[in-house]
């Protein structure tokens, strides 16, 4: 019954690396979000899409590509994973731009 | 600019006392939205509170209470009796008609001791 499901909840691998985190919502909504939170919890968003089209690509290296095969889904993949992706990605959702953003679980990243 | 700010970093208290997280904004849109989230140390963010700029009435929700002032540009969020269970990082956002995303204050760690 999660509302915004992410997986994996953890992921640790090697620099140069390629991985994917998948992230589902049951909620009906029609906009996903991927957000990054550093270190020290700063929360910033990385993308937002709605209804499957991109709205918001904040300056992200290209090496993070998110994709939406419907608006249940969004998943983000990062190739050459470096030691400052290191981070909690946060997958959300919400109905419409404005409305209350509801956040999955979260994905810790750690490379090695 | 669209800009949050939190200014207490930490607060710590003794249970059953009543505390408030200060929250100040900014913006030049006259249309805009307020939230409040709570990442307890599980991880997980919560959504606790949403508020549109053209509604300043306060809201009370159990313990909880939030106090919008637009004169001061603010969106405090008092928790009255505190419990241990109520330590957690808070985090105020702004959303913008302007800027079309969440902008996120850097959060305050509050810790509740029994």
């Known amino acids: 019954d999660t509302a915004v499901s992410q997986t994996p909840k953890y992921l640790v691998t090697q620099m140069g690396n390629d991985k994917s985190i998948k992230c589902e919502q049951n909620?009906?909504?029609?906009?996903m979000y991927w957000y990054k939170q550093d270190s020290k919890k700063f929360l910033k968003i990385m993308f937002s899409?709605?209804?499957?089209?991109?709205?918001i690509n904040e300056t992200v290296p290209n090496r993070f590509s998110p994709k939406s095969p419907d608006k249940a889904h969004l998943n983000l993949h990062i190739n050459s994973l470096e030691l400052g992706d290191s981070a909690v990605y946060f997958c959300?959702?919400?109905?419409?731009?404005?409305?209350?953003?509801?956040f999955g679980d979260g994905t810790r990243l750690s490379i090695l | 600019a669209q800009k949050v700010t939190q200014a207490q970093t930490e607060i710590s208290v003794v249970e059953k006392e009543d505390v408030t997280l200060d929250c100040v904004y900014e913006?030049?849109?006259?249309?805009?939205?307020l939230f409040w989230y709570k990442q307890p140390p599980s991880g997980e963010l919560v959504f606790l509170i949403r508020?549109?700029?053209?509604?300043?009435q306060n809201e009370i929700s159990g313990r909880y209470s939030w106090n919008f002032q637009k004169s001061t540009s603010s969106f405090n969020f008092t928790i009255t009796a505190s419990q241990v269970v109520d330590s957690a990082v808070y985090f105020c956002?702004?959303?913008?008609?302007?800027?079309?995303?969440?902008?996120f204050g850097t959060g305050t760690r509050l810790q509740v001791f029994p």
């Open positions: 959300a959702s919400s109905q419409g731009d404005r409305g209350a953003q509801h």
């Open positions: 909620l009906g909504h029609d906009t």
């Open positions: 899409y709605n209804n499957k089209e991109l709205i």
């Open positions: 913006t030049l849109d006259t249309t805009y939205y």
């Open positions: 508020r549109n700029s053209f509604d300043e």
């Open positions: 956002a702004l959303w913008c008609y302007n800027t079309d995303k969440l902008i």
